[in-house]
């Protein structure tokens, strides 16, 4: 006796969406990866210093003892009860301008991340979901702002439209997108062929509709811990800038600019190792955090540990 098999039932793409968030949390909350975020004490610790500098920036105008462009005849004055970090050589109080800094250099970053991460994600996104030729150009492109080092590319940028805050942001923007684009062109590619898409696309599910409900929910953690990891950089970035003098104008507070200042006499160490420190400290936080969101993220990572 013949027996028939029954025809295979599309999967309901409701259902795959459904399934993949489920693992993306699951990894978040460790699942077979190892140790949620919150029990691992270097990433808590990354945690705590970013919030620290947010509240920072946040309320620098409550915490800072004084006023950031205040200058007055104690010029270089080294660290004391009356000013805990000393003073540059206008007189201004570098703890101040330290803590306002954070309301320049932490903002400018998450922009630059965030323009970048919607700029190259959608070229991704449309890269790798359309393929052949479109696919071919947006790679070309990116291949060539690859060929340039990012902190060269980015001073030629800056220098064409003149040093400001806005043309440093649209230059850190310009050679960090593709990064974005690359990853996310991977995750599509990675998941073209899964039976969701194509139930999608048999149930006459156009191609906008289906970026934006099916592939994006897929294809964004990836892009969440580069851009996590990117933070750091973008602010290493945006205040070798400022050190250069393409960034923020002065007197503004900015912390590549303080240590560009202090560098000119290094035996006023103070007025350059605060800055650098506030820089130092917020890179690798972001960087301890986005290893601990990669090692959760994806189990490559974690089963390699």
């Known amino acids: 006796m013949t027996m028939i098999a029954p025809d295979p039932v599309a999967p309901d793409p409701k259902v795959e969406r459904a399934l993949t968030r489920r693992r993306w949390l699951g990894r978040l909350r460790g699942g077979q990866t190892g140790r949620p975020i919150w029990r691992q004490p270097i990433a808590v610790a990354a945690l705590v210093i970013l919030g620290g500098w947010l509240l920072l920036a946040l309320f620098a105008p409550l915490i800072a003892p004084y006023d950031p462009l205040a200058q007055s005849p104690e010029a270089y004055a080294p660290p004391s009860a009356t000013h805990w970090f000393g003073t540059d050589s206008l007189g201004r109080d570098i703890l101040s301008r330290v803590i306002h800094g954070a309301r320049l250099s932490i903002p400018l970053a998450l922009a630059i991340v965030s323009l970048a991460l919607l700029v190259g994600g959608l070229l991704g996104l449309i890269a790798g979901y359309l393929g052949r030729f479109v696919d071919e ?117 900015e912390w590549g600019s303080m240590v560009a200042l202090g560098s000119q006499d290094l035996s006023m160490w103070w007025v350059s190792v605060f800055p650098g420190l506030a820089i130092l400290t917020v890179v690798m936080a972001f960087n301890v955090l986005g290893d601990a969101l990669r090692d959760r993220l994806d189990p490559r990572y974690a089963k390699g540990r």
Request: zero cysteines; hydrophobic letters at 60%.
């Open 137 to 253: 150009a947006l790679m070309r492109l990116t291949d060539l702002v690859f060929a340039f080092p990012q902190i060269i590319l980015a001073m030629a940028v800056t220098a064409a439209f003149g040093p400001n805050t806005r043309n440093a942001v649209l230059a850190l923007v310009i050679v960090s997108w593709p990064v974005y684009a690359r990853v996310i062109r991977s995750a599509v590619l990675s998941m073209r062929g899964d039976d969701y898409l194509s139930a999608a696309r048999l149930l006459g599910v156009g191609p906008v509709r289906a970026l934006r409900r099916d592939v994006l929910p897929n294809s964004i953690g990836p892009a969440i811990v580069l851009a996590t990891l990117e933070l750091g950089n973008a602010v290493l970035l945006l205040a070798a800038l400022s050190f250069l003098g393409l960034g923020p104008r002065p007197p503004a507070a």
